[in-house]
């Protein structure tokens, strides 16, 4: 399948957020896209939440070495994430917010992505730590599934 162009998928997204001994959970169901260049994958849809009136554009980049590269907002927006996963690393990134750029540090101890070509489909499973400043800000569970 030729994914150079880009290929239409529904995205399914749960996330779990341990913060302080409380966890809250959210889901996401938006239409996106996978393309492929070069040896890397990007998944791409918009996280749109109509309670919190949010919608942001999220890249999953998916590399050949493994590790998955999360970008959430856009490089124009005054929010923007993007966070960096491979198993068992601990990778420094920086938070840009409305009030400034925030280090954040991901540990990830467990990351698992399968895909298959036909039909189109994929899951990508991260448990990661996030840190920042040297604080331990919370555990957090991800859980990205795509299909065409």
Avoid: C, W
């Amino acid at each position: 399948m030729d994914l150079s162009h880009g290929v239409p998928v529904q995205v399914h997204l749960e996330t779990f957020v341990t913060q302080e001994a409380e966890t809250e959970n959210h889901v996401f169901d938006e239409p996106g896209t996978v393309v492929q260049m070069g040896d890397t994958l990007y998944i791409r849809y918009r996280e749109v939440n109509e309670e919190e009136h949010t919608d942001y554009p999220v890249t999953l980049k998916l590399r050949a070495d493994g590790s998955v590269q999360l970008s959430r907002g856009s490089s124009e927006d005054d929010t923007h994430l993007r966070l960096h996963f491979a198993n068992n690393r601990r990778i420094l990134t920086r938070y840009r917010t409305p009030y400034g750029i925030i280090p954040v540090e991901t540990v990830t101890p467990r990351l698992d992505v399968r895909l298959t070509t036909d039909p189109l489909a994929g899951e990508i499973y991260i448990e990661y730590e996030l840190f920042g400043n040297g604080d331990h800000l919370g555990n957090y569970r991800m859980r990205l599934l795509f299909n065409a």
